[in-house]
């Protein structure tokens, strides 16, 4: 965990409201599931942004985010070769090391970031992984997915594209080792169910107001099956059962 | 140039603290910058049983400060004995456990406990907004803030500060009635109840509908009223709100603090703690000021 400034080398909008947002790594620690506390202003906001890793190459971080308020449409004014104030990676993320066999993500919505950077760290760890995004309409980022997973499946709630309904009925738990899944806790308590009913292991990514992002102020503590835990230290990345009973 | 400062005869290395509840028992921040730098530490706020705080949304960004209702959520004073004290005395600095309570046994006893370890002075909570029945009721109305710190300073053995609540009746009153009950010095302000409320949901933001104002937005209120008391009082004051520069704490100085606490702007610069303890070293250089006590209470 470092607190730096890096360069911005891009920001590009994707579709809509979603940007991505490409800086400087140097050298920073960033794995599957982690995040990091970001902020383009001195003090005209009070709180960092905490957004979680998209991508982790040799030299670069990108960051998927949708504009939403103060802070992400500050973010989305962003030009190359501004700076850019991060702090990470943060938090626990999925536990890729302890992953074989045939693993299923499952995304929807801005959920689906996160999964990239998981799935290429788990083809690279040699497990075989199957990719399930949910969209509510417009799809993105498809092309990230391609060459790092054996299988994309893609469904848009208005049936614009893929599957017409929610990702989670194409979703066969009993195929897999294990399920990691990110969005809608709505979406997460269903796969997390599902994975449950067929006893295969579930992994979710929470997501919490925070303020400090290191663990130390308890602004995103929530209650789990293993008591009070921070999403942003303990998590934001835990075991399905200690969420949801 | 000299910013030491001592309170109640305990020497800090600078007037820096962090205050509770922003900086957990100091080991997080400690990964990112030496935390040994700031003058001292006041702890998580601790309550005699561990305590799982407020559910829902807990930290919310206003204009220029952010509300909490985090509720205390602690791991509670024994365990904060038997683990917490040991970590926190890694750091070469002041070690302050900041205590609250629900009732005036709570008080009593946790103050009892903590007094028979090994901390160097016990912060008195009697403001937290966040708890229902307790807390904030004894931050209130000063008699009964008298009767708690009269009580709690019957079984303290270790130097006293009470922490005062901005909505207090009267924050003179408060600060007169505390050290009239033996409060050896007193810290303020705690944050400002406030309120948030989420148009959409057509709900407030918080579970508790109230929730706790800190930040820059306040730094002008609790600079008025650490001026207020430390006018009125002979015990010496730390000044709590919305400090976020050495500026800021040179101002609070000015007003009559002894020491300042930073909080919120952890959350804006993580390294808040070591930025403002050198910024103020080479503020104190460029201002002329050869050690705190020529500026202190001027105004």
Known sequence: MNYFDSKVISNKQLTGDIFVLEVERQNADAAAGQFFMLKCWD??????????????????????????????????????GDLVSLLGALGTGYPIKEMKGHVALLGGGLGIPPLCQTAKELTAHGV???VYL?????????????????????????????????????????????????????????????????????????????????GACL????????????????????????LFQ | MNLQ???????????????????????????????????????????????????????????????????????????????????????????????????????????????????????????????????????????????????VRKVCTKPLIVKLSPNAENIVDMALACEEAGADALSLVNTFQAMAIDLHKRKPVFNNVYAGLSGAAIKPIALRMVHSVCKQVKVPVIGIGGISSATDVLEFVMAGASAVQIGTVNFNDPLAGKHIVDELESLCQKEGIESLEEIRGII
Not at chain 1, 166 to 185: R, S
Not at chain 1, 203 to 211: N, V
Not at chain 2, 21 to 43: A, K, P, Q, R
Not at chain 2, 112 to 140: H, Q, R, T, Y
Request: aromatic fraction near 8%; include cysteine.
């Open chain 1, 43 to 80: 003090k005209e906001l009070t709180l960092m942004r905490p957004i979680s890793i998209f991508k982790a190459e040799e030299k670069t971080l990108h960051f998927m985010y949708r504009v939403i308020g103060q802070g992400t449409k500050k973010l989305a004014e962003l030009k190359k």
């Open chain 2, 5 to 151: 400062t001592t309170i109640c005869d305990i020497k800090f290395k600078n007037p820096i603290i962090a205050a509770s509840g922003t900086f957990g028992f100091g080991e997080e921040y400690n990964e990112l910058y030496d935390v040994s730098c700031l003058g001292g530490i006041s702890s998580k706020g601790l309550t005699l049983k561990p305590k799982d705080g407020n559910e829902g949304i807990r930290v919310y960004e206003t204009p220029s400060g952010m509300m909490n209702s985090v509720g205390l959520q602690n791991p509670g004073i024994e365990a904060f004995i038997e683990h917490g004290i040991a970590n926190m005395r890694r750091f070469n600095n002041v070690l302050i456990a900041n205590m609250g309570g629900h009732s005036m046994e709570d008080y009593t006893t946790g103050a009892a406990m903590l007094s028979a370890a090994d901390i160097d002075m016990l912060e008195l909570n009697i403001s937290c907004p966040n708890v229902k029945s307790g807390g904030m009721a004894f931050g209130i109305k000063a008699d009964v803030a008298k009767e708690v710190v009269s009580a």
């Open chain 1, 219 to 242: 602004g995103c503590s929530i209650k789990t099956a293993d008591g009070m835990k921070r999403v942003c230290k303990d998590g934001p990345v835990f075991k399905a059962e200690t």
């Open chain 1, 128 to 130: 075989e992984v199957d």
């Open chain 1, 134 to 214: 949910g969209y509510r309409d417009v799809l993105f980022s498809l092309e990230d997915f391609e060459g790092c997973c054996a299988n994309i499946f893609v469904s848009t709630e208005k049936g614009d594209e893929g599957y017409h309904g929610f990702i989670t009925d194409l979703l066969k738990p009993e195929q897999y080792d294990a399920v990691f899944t990110c969005g809608p806790e709505i979406m997460m308590r269903k796969v997390a169910a599902m994975c449950k009913d067929k006893d295969v292991a579930c992994w979710c990514s929470m997501e919490h107001r925070m303020a400090c992002g290191i």
